[in-house]
């Protein structure tokens, strides 16, 4: 992988960094590396496992946003039915 800002990574998809972390291992639990590539590799690989640990922040983010708009959703549904239940038939 050749070296990209944050910024570049960032714009990856999640999947395509995981590949690129995948590779990383492989590379490094290859011993082909030298003292200095493996060292390289390794810098490139904590840096996309940073950019994937804020994606995946904002991700649950998301999920938790979605889960109270659900939750708003159906407590206010639960509590039309509470109101049609206390009415007279």
Known sequence: MNTRTPEELAALPFEELLRHL???????????????????????????????????????????QIDELFLQGFSAEVGRELELDDEPF
């Open 22 to 64: 995948d590779e990383a291992v492989e590379r490094l639990d290859s011993d082909e590396l030298t003292l200095e590539a493996a060292l390289d590799t390794y810098q490139e690989a904590v840096l996309v496992a940073s950019v994937c640990s804020e994606l995946l922040e904002k991700a649950e983010l998301r999920v938790r």
